[in-house]
């Protein structure tokens, strides 16, 4: 079965400044997708990113980006010029063709003005 | 393109009693994925429907169903109801050709 780990429950990190939040998976398969979603206090899950895991180049989605290591099962969500709005929760999820999402914990991240 | 909408928002029932929560993909999607999301355990996947067929479920016992109607749109009910009910439930929904899951603002039950 597949997993996910976020390790680290809380960040906090200064407004303007960057932040990356770390993700490990752990999968026996070779095609299938890897998500961030951001869960801010209205409870709506966001989807922030997302990487195919046959593409070796990284996403990016303006200020968000990823570095998806394949081989050491690794995808870090990096956010450069952090804002207010970007406290939330967020979830790494990892997904198999015709399967379901699975989830890691979450990150609480806070953003300091 | 209306996003995928959830009814109700908030929900308090009494142990024991039933409730349907519905769900509504966006429009041309036809795969709808129910998660309950609680402090203590996450985010558990619980179904998914395509094409009004289940065709995966997780983990939860029979007190749990669902089911997907010819419109796509989704139901689904627990049955006497228990205090570690309470949770958000969350629905998304999956396009066609795609695989990318994209969620309603969720179901708050409470369970009394």
């Known amino acids: 079965a597949q997993t996910v780990t976020q390790s680290q429950p809380e960040m906090s990190v200064q407004e303007a400044e960057t932040v990356t939040l770390s993700c490990t998976y752990d999968t026996s398969e070779n095609n299938y997708y890897l998500f961030w979603y951001k869960q801010p206090p209205s409870r709506q899950m966001i989807l922030v990113i997302r990487q195919e895991a046959y593409k070796q180049q990284n996403a990016t989605e303006n200020r968000f980006s990823v570095n998806f290591q394949k081989a050491a099962k690794s995808f870090s969500l990096k956010i450069s010029d952090s804002q207010l709005g970007d406290t939330a929760m967020y979830f790494c999820?990892?997904?198999?063709?015709?399967?379901?999402?699975?989830f890691g914990k979450g990150i609480t991240l806070s953003v300091r003005p | 393109k209306a996003g995928v909408t959830q009814t109700p928002r908030y929900l308090i029932k009494t142990r024991g009693q039933q409730v349907t929560l519905s769900c509504s993909p966006i429009?041309?999607?036809?795969?709808v994925s129910w998660y309950q999301q609680t402090p203590g355990q996450g985010l558990q996947f619980l179904f998914e429907?395509?094409?009004?067929?289940?065709?995966n479920k997780g983990n939860f016992p029979g007190r749990f169903s669902g089911r997907q109607f010819s419109n796509s749109r989704s139901e689904m009910n627990v049955s006497t109801l228990e205090l570690g009910d309470s949770a958000l439930y969350l629905c998304?929904?999956?396009?066609?050709?795609?695989?990318?899951?994209?969620f309603g603002p969720g179901t708050r039950l409470t369970v009394l």
């Open positions: 999820a990892f997904y198999e063709a015709n399967s379901k999402l699975t």
């Open positions: 429907y395509f094409s009004e067929t289940q065709r």
């Open positions: 998304a929904s999956t396009g066609t050709s795609t695989d990318t899951q994209y």
């Open positions: 429009s041309g999607h036809r795969s």
